[in-house]
Each structure stands twice: as C-alpha cells, then as structure tokens.
C-alpha cells in the first residue's frame, strides 16, 4: 500500500507571539527576529525535499514558506488559516485572566466550548479533516509523495490529536516555530479510520 508524507511546519515568530497576543484571523507578518531565527534552522537542521508547499493564507505562513522552501510552488488553503479565538484576538494573558468566559475556555472539558465569536476545537477539527482530505487526494491525483504543510501550532496540534497515531499526550504535540511532525497517509487508513501515522518530528538533525 502506498504511503502519502506531509511535513506539518509552524510559523516563524511574528511580534504577537513574543508578546504572549492570541492572534487567529489577525494578519501579522513574521518578526525580524522571526525571520532570522527561521533562517538559523535552516543552517542547523535538514528540512524535508518535498514536492509541493500547502500553506495558511495568512502571512506568517507564506512567509515562512518563501523562507524554507523558496523553489517549491505555494498552494494556499484557506481551511489551513489558524483557529478563530474571537473576542480573545489580539488580547494577551493578562488582559483575558479575570474574564470567567476564557477561565472556561481554557478549561476545556468539552470539545464544543469556544471564545466568545470564535470557533470551537471541534469545529477546527472538522475543518482539518477536509482541508487534509482535499490536500491527500492532490498529492494521490499529482503523483506527490511528500508535500509541506505550513501552518499554525494550534491547528497541527488539533490535526494530530484527532487524526493522529499513535495517540500523544497534549505534550507530544506542541512544536516550536519552523519545527512540526513527519505524517504518512494511506488511501486505505484514511478511508477507513480517518486517521494516519505519526512518524516523528522535523526538520531533521543534520548529526
């Protein structure tokens, strides 16, 4: 049976993360130090040779990819944009902690609950497995073997927890800025269980 590779790639660091902002829908562009620490990994680990690039549309990701796989066409997805926090955009930490509607938030329990205006965990779950779905019959249809996926940390986090095997504790599936998880797909595990293997982590070490 045929394997399918996805590199699933966060974002570089924009200035709303190194501020600790909730940032969804809002277009942030990558930092300088974003960049260039994007450019440092580069030379200290190997990213994948892929076929084709799939992306977020928002600019952090598009930038990423201009960074990591500058020869490769970019295809955008909008169904890769990152999770809609809704009135929790554009706010940090401290300014949310005393509302009660981001302490329930953040304690989760159901994976219905959502930030006022915003989306649900199940709802980018749902969006995850059709823009995944979409992206496997290109590469089937192509003749594609391995593509990259840049996207944004909550949304490779979410794809893994319900699509992924083996299951991974919440901790196993973070990743830092322009690093992310190998995936392989086959026709047959994906029609029948909506779900396919997590091979490990990348880029890889150059040692």
């Known amino acids: 049976m045929r394997g399918y590779r996805m590199s699933l790639i966060r974002h570089g660091r924009t200035q709303a993360n190194e501020k600790g902002i909730y940032i969804g829908g809002t277009d942030y562009p990558l930092s300088d130090k974003g960049a260039s620490e994007l450019c440092g990994k580069l030379d200290l680990y190997e990213y994948p040779r892929v076929q084709r690039v799939y992306s977020s549309p928002l600019r952090r990701c598009t930038e990423t990819a201009e960074i990591l796989f500058p020869d490769q066409e970019l295809f955008v997805a909008e169904d890769l944009r990152e999770l809609n926090f809704g009135e929790f955009d554009g706010k940090s930490v401290d300014e949310l902690i005393h509302r009660e509607d981001y302490k329930t938030w953040l304690r989760g329990g159901s994976p219905d609950v959502r930030p006022p205006g915003g989306e649900s965990a199940e709802e980018l779950c749902i969006r995850s497995y059709k823009v ?51 995936i392989m797909f086959t026709a047959q595990m994906w029609q029948q269980a909506q779900a396919f293997e997590i091979l490990g982590m990348t880029p890889y070490s150059r040692d």
């Open 132 to 182: 995944l779905h979409r992206m496997l019959l290109d590469m089937m249809e192509n003749d594609l073997e391995h593509c990259a996926v840049i996207t944004h940390g909550g949304v490779i986090t979410n794809m893994l927890a319900c699509f992924g095997l083996p299951k991974l504790s919440a901790k196993e599936i973070t990743c830092e800025p322009g690093e992310g998880f190998e």
